[in-house]
Antibody, heavy 122, light 110 residues
């Protein structure tokens, strides 16, 4: 069973970059079966898919965030990361790192981190 | 504005059945049999309870069932129990390795 843990600053200033890392244990991030993704949830609101990355490094992003977003893998550390540029208060949310199979396409996520609250404020 | 539309809230008495709708478009639900549903209790991490429209992960009660027709998917909770009080989110594959969510439905057990 995979375990996933988000880490990163809990407070980011407006216009700066939000950077989070997800550390994976109980399995390899290079496993051919896996698709890794980020999902966020603003306080009191619903879930929003941010983007994801295949085990071989190809990324896919939400159209609404694509211009500000970068997701990457670090197989040496068994981690994947999220960088979201030029943040505003609207980016304040609990950020979850998640995992799912991708056969034939990524469509559901059965392993979730505990989530980390990131607040954008000066 | 979420890509998928769900009722904001629904309620039912213990033992009753409720059905939550999730309406999308031909770009998501209408084109793919890759609808999933998540249950989230207050302060907890979401948990997948239905995937690929009507499949249940191991350990999920058979009181939860899913279906889909056209651009609309549905989640039925049969024999409603107090522990079913939670938020429920639908999700669909939307092409090009992307996923969209509904706005969520708060289920109250009366």
């Amino acid at each position: 069973q995979l375990q996933m843990q988000e880490s990163g600053p809990g407070l980011v200033k407006p216009s700066e970059t939000l950077s989070l890392t997800c550390t994976v244990s109980g399995g390899s991030i290079a496993n051919r079966n896996y698709f890794w993704a980020w999902i966020r949830q603003p306080p009191g609101k619903g879930l929003e898919w941010i983007g994801g990355i295949y085990y071989f490094g190809r990324t896919y992003y939400s159209p609404s965030l694509k211009s500000r977003l970068d997701i990457s893998l670090d197989t040496s550390k068994n981690q994947f990361s999220l960088n979201l540029e030029f943040v505003t208060a609207a980016d304040t949310a609990v950020y979850y790192c998640v995992n799912g199979d991708w056969d034939p396409v990524p469509h559901y996520f059965d392993s979730w981190g505990q989530g980390t609250l990131v607040t954008v404020s000066s | 504005q979420s890509a998928l539309t769900q009722p904001a809230s629904m309620s039912g008495s213990p033992g009753q059945s409720i059905t939550i709708s999730c309406t999308g478009t031909r770009d998501n639900i209408g084109s793919y049999n890759f609808v999933s549903w998540y249950q989230q209790h207050p302060g907890k991490v979401p948990k997948v309870i239905i995937y690929e429209v009507n499949k249940r992960p191991s350990g999920v009660s058979d009181r939860f069932s899913g279906s889909s027709f056209g651009d609309t998917a549905s989640l039925t909770i049969s024999g409603l129990q107090a522990e079913d009080e939670a938020d429920y989110y639908c999700s669909s594959y939307a092409g090009s390795s992307t996923v969209v969510f509904g706005g969520g439905t708060k289920v109250t057990v009366l």
